[in-house]
Structures are given as structure tokens and as C-alpha cells.
């Protein structure tokens, strides 16, 4: 990671902050621009931690933007090659939050999250193990904690304001928030992302278990991709080397964190504890080796 002081909360006076979120503030610049700051902040069971890891931004703005440029013949997405140095007058502001910000597209975010799995983990296992099935989608019996699936399915989530907790609803649900014809290009287009994405994976020994993607549409209606793509903070990857089902397999994320926070008697709900430099340390290991393993 970058030899530089962790950032939890970034400052462009010279723009108006219109949003933060987990780990992104967002700011206005025109009506056609927005910048995205990610910032160095962690969240874990929708509640942001008060530690940030260092560095974590830009690996995660790299890794987005490697992904986004892998996808862009699929589906068209926020990025406008702008520089921040060309919105701002502040230049030794910019060239501080250059690596960790992105010029977008102001776009509309539709209410949803897309979530693909390849493999039975997290949320989708209990699902499974009190209903057989995920989001109303109906598995084989018998399988395992981290079992790979038949084939990548669609599950889509609600999603939470800060502080709480996504919600796994159905298709059916998702056709009634935002219209049988843009679900159907969601689901298409998040399931042709992920497999591309599964398969550069794999080649390089990583398991990228499931993700969850978020869309936009401009004023004429046009679909984009929006936020992050295929980073360790919206998906689990694992090593193929310590891959096997039974288990939850260690992942190049905030796993660390997730052990660490079950060892605590915590409710999961904000304020969150502070970490051990241990943890902080690990986890940023884990991000900096996702990003470059991935992208090399």
C-alpha cells in the first residue's frame, strides 16, 4: 500500500458533497459530472468501522476501473476519462486524490443491488439451509458450504442506507420495483459480466465466488454500470489452492475483519469496534494481492 496517511473522510471544498457512502463520498460538478472520492474507510455487516485501511481506495478505484474497461462491450458504464485535475483548481489536492477518485457520469442509480453467485456462501447459504432455495430460486439438495452451483444464478437484493442491511428479494420483486424489461437487461448483462470475470479469474488461481454490481440510466433511459465493479469490498474471492467445499474459504477481502468482529460480543450495529493493527495490516495485504494478481 501507498506510504501515506489513510483517508476516512475526503474534503474538494471547492465542490458541493451531495453524498458518502460506506467507503464513497460523492461530490457535484456540474449537471452532467459527478466526482467519486473512495475513500479508505471499511465497513463489515453494513456498518463502517472507525479504522480505514490504508491505501484501500486506490485499490479499489484501480481494480474497478481495470473491470470496467474488461466489460465496456458489454455494457456501457460511468467512466469519462476526465481528470480531477480538470475540475478542480486545487492541483496539489488533485494530485492527492487522483489514484483514488474517478470523474463519472451523473446517472440515475436504480434501488437494487445485482447480485450474481457461483458458489453457496454467505447470505445464500442460510437462505439455503432454512428454504432450499436463494431469493425463490429452488438448488439441488445436498449441498455444502461453499458448493459451486450448476450455474451462476441471479439473486437480487435491496439496497440499504447506511447502517442497515441489504434484503435478498425475489425476481418477481424485482420486476415489480423497476419494470419487467430493465430487470431482464440487469439479470442478462450481470451474469455475461460475472462469467467473463470468473473465467480471467480462474485462470490466475482465484475463485471469484459471487459479486454484486449496481446500474445506472441517464436521461434518455440508457443502462450503465455504476459505482465498483469485481473489487474485494462487493465480492468474495477465494485462493483455488485452499478452495474446498464444507467450509467458508479464506478470501482475498475483509475476511480478517469478519473473523475478528465474531470473536467480539458486538451486535452489528453502529458504532463499530476498533480493530487491531493486526487486522488493519492482514487485510490490507489481502486487498493490495487481489489487485495485482488479477490485473497483471
Given at each position: 500500500?501507498?506510504?501515506?496517511?489513510?483517508?476516512f473522510?475526503?474534503?474538494?471544498?471547492?465542490?458541493?458533497?451531495?453524498?458518502?457512502?460506506?467507503?464513497?463520498?460523492?461530490?457535484?460538478?456540474?449537471?452532467?459530472?459527478?466526482?467519486?472520492?473512495?475513500?479508505?474507510?471499511?465497513?463489515?455487516?453494513?456498518?463502517?468501522?472507525?479504522?480505514?485501511?490504508?491505501?484501500?481506495?486506490?485499490?479499489?478505484?484501480?481494480?474497478?476501473?481495470?473491470?470496467?474497461?474488461?466489460?465496456?462491450?458489454?455494457?456501457?458504464?460511468?467512466?469519462?476519462?476526465?481528470?480531477?485535475?480538470?475540475?478542480?483548481?486545487?492541483?496539489?489536492?488533485?494530485?492527492?486524490?487522483?489514484?483514488?477518485?474517478?470523474?463519472?457520469?451523473?446517472?440515475?442509480?436504480?434501488?437494487?443491488?445485482?447480485?450474481?453467485?457461483?458458489?453457496?456462501?454467505?447470505?445464500?447459504?442460510?437462505?439455503?439451509?432454512?428454504?432450499?432455495e436463494?431469493?425463490?430460486?429452488?438448488?439441488?439438495?445436498?449441498?455444502?458450504?461453499?458448493?459451486?452451483?450448476?450455474?451462476?444464478?441471479?439473486?437480487?437484493?435491496?439496497k440499504?442506507?447506511?447502517?442497515?442491511?441489504?434484503?435478498?428479494?425475489?425476481?418477481?420483486?424485482?420486476?415489480?420495483?423497476?419494470?419487467?424489461?430493465l430487470?431482464s437487461?440487469?439479470?442478462?448483462?450481470?451474469?455475461?459480466?460475472?462469467?467473463?470475470?470468473?473465467?480471467?479469474?480462474?485462470?490466475?488461481?482465484?475463485?471469484?465466488?459471487?459479486?454484486?454490481?449496481e446500474?445506472?440510466?441517464?436521461?434518455?433511459?440508457?443502462?450503465?454500470?455504476?459505482?465498483?465493479i469485481?473489487?474485494?469490498?462487493?465480492?468474495?474471492?477465494?485462493?483455488?489452492?485452499?478452495?474446498?467445499?464444507?467450509?467458508?474459504?479464506?478470501?482475498?477481502?475483509?475476511?480478517?475483519?469478519?473473523?475478528?468482529?465474531?470473536?467480539?460480543?458486538?451486535?452489528?450495529?453502529?458504532?463499530?469496534?476498533?480493530?487491531?493493527?493486526?487486522?488493519?495490516?492482514l487485510t490490507?495485504?489481502?486487498?493490495?494481492?487481489?489487485?495485482?494478481?488479477?490485473?497483471?
Amino acid at each position: 500500500m501507498p506510504d501515506t496517511d489513510p483517508l476516512f473522510n475526503s474534503i474538494i471544498p471547492e465542490l458541493s458533497r451531495i453524498g458518502r457512502g460506506k467507503v464513497r463520498d460523492i461530490y457535484a460538478v456540474d449537471q452532467h459530472h459527478l466526482v467519486i472520492v473512495t475513500t479508505d474507510r471499511l465497513s463489515a455487516y453494513d456498518v463502517v468501522l472507525p479504522n480505514p485501511i490504508e491505501g484501500k481506495g486506490e485499490v479499489l478505484n484501480k481494480l474497478s476501473n481495470f473491470w470496467f474497461e474488461m466489460m465496456e462491450d458489454l455494457i456501457p458504464n460511468h467512466l469519462t476519462g476526465i481528470s480531477l485535475g480538470s475540475v478542480i483548481s486545487d492541483q496539489e489536492l488533485a494530485n492527492t486524490l487522483e489514484l483514488r477518485s474517478t470523474v463519472v457520469r451523473r446517472l440515475k442509480p436504480l434501488p437494487v443491488e445485482a447480485v450474481v453467485r457461483g458458489y453457496l456462501i454467505g447470505s445464500g447459504w442460510r437462505d439455503y439451509q432454512s428454504t432450499g432455495e436463494i431469493c425463490g430460486i429452488s438448488l439441488p439438495k445436498g449441498l455444502k458450504q461453499a458448493s459451486q452451483l450448476p450455474t451462476p444464478i441471479f439473486t437480487p437484493a435491496t439496497k440499504a442506507e447506511a447502517g442497515d442491511h441489504d434484503e435478498n428479494i425475489s425476481y418477481s420483486e424485482l420486476q415489480f420495483i423497476i419494470g419487467e424489461k430493465l430487470a431482464s437487461l440487469i439479470r442478462d448483462h450481470s451474469i455475461q459480466i460475472y462469467e467473463r470475470a470468473a473465467a480471467h479469474a480462474l485462470d490466475r488461481n482465484i475463485i471469484i465466488a459471487d459479486t454484486k454490481f449496481e446500474f445506472g440510466q441517464d436521461t434518455e433511459g440508457r443502462l450503465y454500470i455504476i459505482d465498483e465493479i469485481l473489487t474485494p469490498d462487493s465480492s468474495r474471492f477465494w485462493p483455488l489452492s485452499d478452495y474446498k467445499a464444507g467450509i467458508s474459504p479464506p478470501s482475498y477481502d475483509k475476511q480478517f475483519v469478519r473473523d475478528h468482529l465474531d470473536t467480539l460480543d458486538w451486535d452489528k450495529t453502529a458504532p463499530g469496534p476498533k480493530l487491531p493493527n493486526e487486522v488493519l495490516e492482514l487485510t490490507s495485504k489481502k486487498y493490495r494481492e487481489a489487485l495485482d494478481i488479477l490485473t497483471t
